[in-house]
């Protein structure tokens, strides 16, 4: 399609977006079975389901549609509210996402299938790839509702966001027309999170870098899929972490507290700055005292466009993406993305203001208020500069002065896989970004590439990957990524968030090679009353303030299985370990407590062991003893294997 081709066709839509109404009036209605069977119409094309859904599934339910594409930051604002109907209205509402896709790497049922993941959706979406349901159902707008009654007609049409309570009105009200008469008989699902192995990140968003934590280097991760954030040294090794584990918004200790989708990190002198995405907050982890509070946002979607100098807890944000120290270390630029602004946090005076963008979805340059922007999702401040990724106008822009000038990208539906200057050269929907003085590395996250601007000729070029999606190693143009969503340089290395793959990947600036961070997560083992194959051994007096060797001999032609999971832990009076150690760490037969004080201990340990020959027999044995540490006793504990 050509430039002018997407304008006209395009532009309908987004006018629809930015000035639609909360709702409109319902529409001339087709008839109940072709209105079903154009919902049915994708029969290879869903998701979250044991089978394609038919119109026959569908008939006398109460529908809701979403129509959506997962780029989409009015799109994500709505996923709470169908959360919400979901809930509310349990099996009397049935919900079924349409994803009509804006980018062409949007139409992929995989990267589709990523999205569901990354969030947590659990209902039915089909593939609408080729816009015939959208089209269908006259939708003009992301996102869109679309209420279907019981006997298959259109009740009402939502667009835009902030129509919850009138579709839980509406739903309400044709529970009382057709009470008793509503379909309700389970759908055929069967949810992409339950296909989805475990893995030791999930879909991680962005990178910072801290180059003396504790005495040593270290890569901040933000683990979104698993709302937590991570430490970790620059080899791999997981030191740290952040967060519960749990979907809330809740303060204090490390371990306890709670994030929804963190994403933008910053850290200085001991204090790692988070944008809480999905909790619209800007939160703070200090490592003095292991504690996590809230600098910034309500907690509710804000929807502000002309802040200067407001409290900034009393200020609501709309989905913080991305933080940088600018223009110095008391101020924190903002991703506004909610908003389609720059924010800046004041650390001294802890109010936050609009530094660009009026809000308006677009791609104008100049000061604020005139300049505008476009779901910025990505910051790098460099040489005195804010560079800046656009998103939905798949630019690079840079924020100098108070004035905001795109560098590279032209427009809102202007979008490919193309090198050169401004005008000529394409990204397709970016998300993050590294600056320093000689270059600019680009996640262009739909192309699934690393990108290289040079802000001395203005050119844009290709730098690793080729613009297909993959996992796969090797040289710059020969790697695969799967929806990189940041970049971040430590010394002549490339760390780059490969979103999709739930990997951390690496490129070497000087042998030009792309590898996978081999990423490892800390043992922590749990007491067991049921260990298997458990042989209890007496207890045992050993060895007060000074290290303890266990070893387990292994007969000649035998090894410890290294595809099984062997642990070895040893436990305090309260069952809390004191010290753990996994299959890997065992393999050579032995381990190394450390120094215990005078008390009472517990070891265990499960062992899994194998002859050296094809199609020979494996064996497992556990083990459970009381420890008494006293001055005087043994140096040495062994567990019979054999």
Not at 165 to 170: F, G, H, I, S, Y
Not at 577 to 597: C, N, Y
């Amino acid at each position: 399609m050509s430039k002018s081709a997407r304008i006209f066709f395009f532009l309908p839509l987004l006018m629809a977006l930015l000035f639609a109404p909360g709702r409109t009036a319902a529409e001339e209605s087709m008839p109940a079975t072709n209105l079903h069977r154009l919902i049915a119409s994708h029969p290879q094309g869903w998701l979250n389901t044991a089978r394609p859904l038919t119109a026959e599934d569908l008939q006398g339910r109460i529908i809701l549609l979403d129509f959506w594409t997962y780029c989409c930051i009015n799109c994500m604002h709505v996923i709470p509210d169908l959360k919400y109907l979901e809930e509310k209205f349990g099996p009397e509402l049935t919900v079924i996402g349409v994803h009509s896709a804006k980018f062409k790497n949007e139409r992929d049922s995989e990267n589709i299938r990523s999205a569901i993941l990354r969030y947590g959706i659990h209902h039915p979406v089909v593939n609408d790839f080729d816009f015939s349901v959208w089209q269908g159902f006259g939708v003009r707008a992301w996102p869109t509702f679309v209420l279907i009654n019981p006997k298959g007609t259109i009740e009402e049409i939502y667009s835009g966001e902030g129509n919850r309570e009138a579709v839980a009105r509406d739903i309400e009200r044709l529970q009382s027309k057709y009470a008793g008469k509503i379909n309700t008989a389970p759908l055929p699902l069967a949810l992409e999170a339950d296909k989805q192995p475990p893995t030791v990140l999930s879909f991680p968003g962005k990178l910072a870098y801290a180059p003396d934590f504790k005495g040593r280097p270290a890569l901040f991760v933000s683990d979104s899929g698993h709302q937590r954030i991570v430490a970790m040294t620059p080899d791999g090794s997981i030191i740290d972490s952040i967060g519960s584990g749990s979907i809330g918004r809740s303060d204090g200790a490390f371990d306890a507290a709670s994030f929804h989708t963190p994403q933008g990190l910053a850290y200085n002198h001991g204090i790692l700055y988070i944008a809480d995405t999905d909790n619209h907050l800007l939160r703070a982890a200090d490592f003095a005292t292991r504690q996590v509070t809230t600098l910034a946002g309500t907690g509710k979607q804000g929807y502000e466009r002309s802040a200067q100098n407001k409290p900034a807890l009393e200020t609501p944000l709309a989905s913080p993406w991305d933080v940088a120290f600018y223009p110095d270390e008391r101020h924190l630029a903002i991703a506004m993305a909610g908003t389609h602004q720059l924010w800046s946090y004041d650390l001294d005076k802890k109010t936050v203001s609009v530094i660009a963008g009026n809000g308006r979805e677009s791609i104008d340059d100049g000061r604020y208020p005139y300049n505008s922007l476009s779901q910025p999702s990505g910051l790098s401040a460099a040489t005195g500069k804010l560079y800046f990724v656009d998103s939905e106008t798949s630019s690079l822009r840079v924020f100098d002065g108070g004035e905001v000038k795109t560098l590279i990208g032209t427009g809102l539906f202007d979008f490919g896989y193309a090198e050169g200057r401004r005008g000529v050269a394409l990204m397709q929907h970016p998300l993050g970004l590294y600056a320093d003085t000689a270059a600019v590395y680009i996640a262009d996250s739909y192309n699934h590439s690393i990108r290289r601007f040079d802000p001395a000729t203005g050119m844009l070029s290709n730098f690793a990957g080729h613009g297909a999606r993959g996992s796969k190693d090797g040289a710059l143009a020969e790697a695969e990524f799967n929806e990189p969503n940041d970049v971040l340089k430590i010394g002549n290395t490339l760390y780059i968030a490969d979103t999709n793959n739930n990997a951390i990947r690496l490129i070497n600036l000087d042998s030009k090679q792309v590898s996978a961070l081999p990423v490892t997560q800390p043992f922590a083992a749990e007491f067991s009353d049921n260990l298997p194959g458990l042989q209890p051994l007496p207890a045992m007096r050993v060895a007060a303030d000074a290290p303890l060797a266990v070893t387990f001999p292994l007969a000649p032609g035998w090894h410890i299985n290294k595809d099984a999971p062997s642990f070895l832990a040893l436990f305090d009076a309260d069952k809390k370990p004191l010290a753990s150690f996994d299959t890997g760490s065992l393999k050579e037969g032995h381990a190394t407590l450390p120094a215990l004080k005078a008390g009472a201990y517990t070891l265990q340990a499960t062992l899994y062991y194998c002859q050296d020959k094809e199609g020979a027999q494996c064996l497992l044995k556990s083990f459970s003893l009381m420890l008494h540490a006293k001055a005087g006793g043994h140096a040495e504990i062994v567990l019979p294997l054999q």
